[in-house]
């Protein structure tokens, strides 16, 4: 499967963005679906997941609270808003698909990678 993640952009804090990531195939129901962020200097952390028919998410603590995943599986599409932006929330955010059955966070569970969209929140 590919992935296209879009989105992104410069917003000031307290504002808000949605970030979408375009999936091709056929088997896009499949696969939970997750979000990652990667800031400069730092490792790729988790965001939010959703499973495959968006029953069940999960979300970093961080953003819990602030950031609503969901998907549209006629459009193989999942979505990020992100609400309440904060300057710490300054990074490029890449999306991401995994082959199981059950939500997952690692970055080594997940199988396909999307190329990444920046996300640069000003204060």
């Known amino acids: 499967v590919q992935l296209q993640a879009s989105g992104g952009g410069l917003v000031q804090a307290g504002g808000s963005l949605r970030l979408a990531c375009a999936a091709s195939?056929?088997?896009?129901?499949?696969?939970?679906m997750g979000w990652f962020r990667q800031a400069p200097g730092k490792e790729r952390e988790f965001v939010a997941a959703?499973?495959?028919?968006?029953?069940?998410?999960y979300y970093a603590d961080s953003v819990k609270g602030r950031y609503t995943i969901s998907r549209d599986n006629a459009k193989n599409t999942v979505y990020l808003q992100m609400d309440s932006l904060k300057p710490e929330d300054t990074a490029v955010y890449y999306c991401?698909?995994?082959?199981?059955?059950?939500?997952?966070?690692?970055?080594?569970?997940?199988?396909?990678w999307g190329q990444g969209t920046l996300v640069t929140v000003s204060s």
């Open positions: 991401a698909a995994a082959m199981v059955r059950r939500v997952v966070t690692g970055v080594p569970e997940y199988d396909y």
């Open positions: 195939g056929r088997t896009f129901s499949y696969y939970v």
């Open positions: 959703i499973n495959w028919n968006g029953g069940s998410t």
